[in-house]
């Protein structure tokens, strides 16, 4: 090297000669290129729109003028920071209780000798077969303060302590929302943290007993701290889905006048006359923007727990703790929350299924029961026409998620390293992606150029790809893990062999991995049957599926039908939750 | 012609720690149905050059020349399924959702005919599956699920699934490094029988020196990427050019000194207690520079006080003397360890099981001249 000048000059050439061949070699790498590109599409252009129309004053498909005026509007509305208020509050409160809950479930499940510890396990997973709107429209049958069931139970039971015509359960109010997120959010905690406790060294414990501590201690200070990096990060996770929620804020918060961040963008979009799309993509924007940081902050911490080396696979044997005289009260908590979540929620639903259409929702034994609304509805065309689209979008929607995620993952585990950091980005982000703002976003997206040329719009293929983009991060989150332990050398020796990437793909990785994709897959297609926000604010004439047809009947109190619609997409989601159970416990041994 | 031809092959790896330099500019090449081991500690670069050959890692620069075709280059890289060659893996890779059959013949869909450069139609391929099973005789398990094998049968699978194919080029990266001892050792004679009377050239990486040394015709053995010594097993083990390498390739005697005088290959290298022990000088290294003096524990011989040899009490024997006291002595059954002080150290020799030597007896350690190697 005799001089710099001529230095640079080579490393120059060298790193041209360098981009030359990686760019042959990403092109020669299609699915890669493949994977980016329809990432993009679902997750950077649907963001991307709704950023510009915060900034436009038009509307979708005729965005305007360039203006700040939506931002200096939304900051300027008290009602802005009483929904981000009430948002964290829900968030917080709720989050901390179905912790509290879903920890001492696990435990109790896992490591203690609590009675049906089997039942218990269903009990804990039921409530995924129940859809979060069913469940919140069932409570404000039992608790709506004038008519609720149980209020008026306890009004007419004790007259001298509740008097009045409401009461005493003020259900539409932050504590209603509150009670409701925290009972929902325990399944998903409990089933991010049952593992951990099931792989949790039983020595850790025994030496804390040894040492003298008692049952209640040891947990407090053992096992407690211990899983502690778990805890915080299924916590974590549980509190950026309470602050998507949708279904409690909609049919609890907003009778009672209290607005969240998700019923204040949907108020604004689809209630409020006129609409004011450029407002509602503002409120969109800042909901998203305060996720992604949530987001980003619980990537570090799962990656610091990933770190935490308290769970060993080894040595385990199955040492219970024994609970002696708690050992039923213990089950009976459990139980209790079954009935709360879903036998109660249930019960109620299909009461309501089985009496006349539009009779007032009393305790009342006069009122006859009976299928006529199922009988109603089976010969009419609407069920037909609304299970038709509920079945293809779950069918499209599912195989969609996990081919997409199979591809992905693929290409991410199986990747070079720079571009596997850019696409697990890229797959994560949509975990920041509130329900409710993914199908605002689909609104600008397919309403405006180029993609308006496409008659889609108000078709159930909008809820497809607005649903695949909500469940692409869960899809490619089990793909990267099943993935991960196929060894590489079994697709090495495939290449060896003498097959092409495509046909080791298909003849080796795919087939290996068929047991993730069909958990994946009844995942998704359940997730797809339950979700709520997307095809309420994506519903038309032509699209409607069960969700969007429950709550368009409920609101124009036609209350019986929808909890016919209800009860019948829940006999349909209990199976599937079952067998779900079945194939997961399968995969993990 | 060489069946293999690696010329200046460069790796790197970014890492979180930086950049790995795991193939450090490695030449060879592997003469038509040639032996040759890759040998080395773990993490020196084996696997990654066997890798590279194979076309499952693009090398950073560097050519390779498989039977006469260039299959990596600066400007050209053939993927593997396009290369003459068949690896079995350390784990075996054994596809778990196929029978024994099913992994053998995966190839035959895929790899024509080497000698006709023709496909293998359909109905051939059992019998060719079947003839490979036959060569590891695995024969009897040709319709069994693949899970269902042990270790050494799936072994096995592994190579027949290899041999399939009739490369002209055979990789095996570790293939017995899970296998019990016992096994390891039939199969190392087994391995090297089917190449030999099949005329493949083989590759074979190891970190064994025992595999290596009896298996191979070459060896090169590798240190941080780089090949530090290419020979035949008794060059590789005998004449060393470096501790290093004597170190890789079994256990080794170091003593230091100053080379005192020097004539050609011989020499004599002074010790810092002051003993001239007479060597094979290695190297460039001039009179007053400072060298490692190495030789072999089993090269080792022990005279007790009283005891007469010829060699050493004659008028001028050959060999080097040491004085010294047995400090431990550990009894192995099929030799002794024993452990010597001298002025220059500890020296370990590796004795007859029958020799009487206790420890606290005084001694004196002889060694060839043609056993020391200073370099
Ligand atoms: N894909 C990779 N990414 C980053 N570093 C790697 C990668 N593969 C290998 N290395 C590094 O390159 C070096 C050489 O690795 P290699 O696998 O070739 O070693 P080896 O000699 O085969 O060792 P072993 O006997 O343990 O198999 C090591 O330091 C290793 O950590
Ligand atoms: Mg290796």
């Known amino acids: 090297m005799t001089s710099t000048a001529q230095f640079s000059n080579s490393s120059a050439r060298q790193h041209l000669h360098k981009v030359g061949r990686n760019v042959h070699r990403a092109l020669r790498n299609w699915p890669f290129v493949l994977a980016v590109a329809i990432l993009l599409l679902l997750v950077i252009v649907p963001l991307a729109l709704l950023f510009v129309s915060s900034l436009s004053t038009g509307t979708p498909g005729n965005l305007g003028e360039w203006t700040f005026d939506n931002y200096e509007r939304v900051f300027q509305t008290p009602e802005t920071y009483r929904a981000l208020r009430n948002t964290v509050v829900v968030a917080t409160i709720g989050t901390a209780i179905s ?14 000798d609590m009675p049906f510890r089997n039942l218990s396990w269903s009990i804990l997973l039921l409530p995924i077969a129940v859809p979060s709107i069913l469940f919140v429209l069932s409570w404000t049958v039992l608790l709506s303060p004038r008519a609720g069931l149980l209020n008026v139970m306890l009004r007419d039971a004790l007259p001298f302590l509740f008097a009045g015509k409401s009461g005493p359960f003020q259900f539409y109010s932050v504590g209603g929302v509150i009670f409701l997120d925290s009972i929902r959010g325990v399944t998903t905690i409990f089933l991010m943290l049952v593992a951990a406790f099931r792989l949790f060294d039983p020595a850790l414990e025994e030496a804390s007993r040894v040492g003298g501590a008692n049952t209640f201690q040891t947990f407090y200070r053992v096992t407690l701290p211990a899983l502690a990096p778990a805890i915080l990060a299924a916590g974590m996770y549980s509190f950026i889905s309470s602050m998507d929620n949708f279904e409690g804020a909609l049919a609890v918060g907003l009778p009672g006048g209290v607005y969240m961040l998700s019923t204040l963008v949907y108020f604004t979009v689809s209630l409020r006359v006129p609409v004011d799309y450029g407002l509602g993509a503002v409120y969109s924007v800042l909901f998203m923007g305060i996720m992604i940081l949530l987001v980003l902050a619980y990537r570090r911490i799962i990656r610091h727990s990933e770190q935490y080396a308290t769970v060993s696979g080894k040595g385990y044997r199955p040492s219970r703790v024994s609970l002696g005289r708690w050992r039923y009260p213990a089950f009976a908590l459990v139980a209790a929350f079954g009935i709360l979540t879903v036998l109660l929620p249930m019960a109620v639903m299909a009461w309501l299924s089985l009496r006349p259409l539009y009779a007032p929702i009393v305790l009342n034994a006069d009122v006859p029961l009976s299928l006529v609304n199922y009988a109603n509805l089976f010969n009419g065309k609407e069920l037909w026409r609304v299970t038709g689209n509920t079945v293809s979008m779950t069918i499209a929607t599912a195989t969609l998620t996990m081919a997409l995620a199979f591809l992905i993952s693929w290409c991410i585990v199986r990747g070079s390293a720079r571009g596997r950091g850019f696409l697990d980005g890229l797959t994560f982000l949509p975990y920041a992606f509130p329900g409710i703002t993914i199908a605002i976003a689909m609104i600008f997206v397919f309403l405006n150029p180029p993609l308006n040329l496409l ?9 497809v790809v607005a649903l695949t983009t909500q469940y692409i991060a869960f899809g490619t989150r089990l793909m990267n893990g099943a993935i991960i332990q196929v060894k590489a ?12 990437p495509l046909a080791v793909m298909w003849r080796i990785t795919l087939p290996l991995l068929i047991p993730a994709v069909i958990a994946g897959w009844i995942w998704v297609a359940a997730n797809s049957m339950r979700s709520f926000s997307v095809p309420v604010i994506l519903a038309s004439r032509n699209n409607e599926v069960f969700a969007s047809q429950i709550w368009s009947l409920w609101q124009i109190g036609r209350f019986s039908e929808a909890a016919a619609y209800g009860t019948m997409l829940v006999l349909v989601l209990f199976p599937m939750t079952l067998l779900l159970r079945r194939l997961m416990s399968r995969a993990e041994t | 012609m060489s069946t293999l031809v690696v010329k200046n092959l460069k790796k790197a790896f970014v890492t979180e720690g930086g950049l790995v330099n795991a193939v450090d ?9 040639e032996f040759f081991t890759l040998l080395g500690p773990s993490g020196c670069g084996k696997s990654t050059t066997l890798r590279c050959v194979a076309g499952l890692e693009h090398a950073d620069d560097g050519e390779i020349v498989i039977d006469g075709q260039m299959v990596a280059s600066r400007r050209k890289a053939v993927p593997p399924n396009d290369r003459p060659i068949a690896m079995v893996f350390q784990s075996y890779a054994i596809w778990p959702h196929m029978t024994v059959m099913g992994n053998v013949t995966f190839s035959l869909s895929y790899r024509g005919d080497p000698g006709t450069g023709r496909g293998i139609p359909r109905s051939e391929r059992r019998a060719r599956g079947m003839e490979a099973l036959k060569l590891v005789q695995l024969d009897h398990l040709a319709d069994r699920k693949a899970p269902y094998l042990s270790g050494g049968q799936q072994q096995r699978v592994a190579l027949a699934r290899a041999l399939v194919v009739r490369p002209k080029l055979l990789l095996l990266d570790e293939p017995l490094s899970n296998l019990d001892a016992k096994l390891r050792e039939e199969m190392r004679f087994e391995i090297k029988d089917l190449t030999k009377k099949l005329g493949i050239a083989t590759i074979y990486v190891t970190h064994d020196q025992g595999e290596a040394l009896s298996m191979s015709d070459r060896i090169a053995v590798m240190s941080d990427g780089k090949i530090m010594q290419l020979g035949t097993p008794r060059e590789i083990y005998l004449a060393p050019t470096s501790g290093r390498v004597a170190r ?35 190297g460039t290294k001039e009179v007053g520079e400072s060298v490692d003096v190495m030789f072999r524990p089993e090269l080792v011989r022990i005279l007790r006080a009283g005891d007469v040899d010829s060699n050493v009490d004659g008028a001028e024997g050959p060999d080097n003397i040491l004085p010294g006291v ?24 590796k004795l007859m099981p029958n020799s009487p030597i206790e420890q606290g007896d005084d001694i004196r350690v002889l060694i060839s001249a043609g056993s020391c190697i200073a370099s």
Do not use: M
């Not at chain 1, 008659?455 to 809820?463: E, F, M, N, Q, S």
């Not at chain 2, 500019?25 to 149905?33: L, R, Y």
């Not at chain 2, 170091?254 to 022990?277: C, D, P, W, Y």
């Not at chain 2, 047995?326 to 020799?349: L, S």
């Open chain 2, 25 to 33: 500019d490695v030449s060879f090449d592997i003469k038509e149905g």
């Open chain 2, 248 to 282: 890789i390739v079994g256990s080794v005697n170091l003593l230091h000194g100053a080379i005192a005088n020097r004539n050609g290959r011989l020499g004599e290298v002074k010790t810092g207690s002051g003993h001239l022990l007479r060597c094979l000088v290695v």
């Open chain 2, 326 to 349: 047995v400090r431990a002595v550990v009894f192995a059954g099929d030799h002794i360890a024993c452990q010597c002080e001298t002025a220059d150290g500890i020296v370990a020799a």
């Open chain 1, 489 to 500: 050398e079994l697709e090495d020796a495939g290449t060896v062999g003498g097959a092409r």
């Open chain 1, 99 to 112: 912790l509290a809950l879903a920890v001492l479930f696990a435990w109790l499940i896992e490591r203690t």
């Open chain 1, 455 to 463: 008659p889609v719009y108000g078709t159930v293929v909008v809820l």
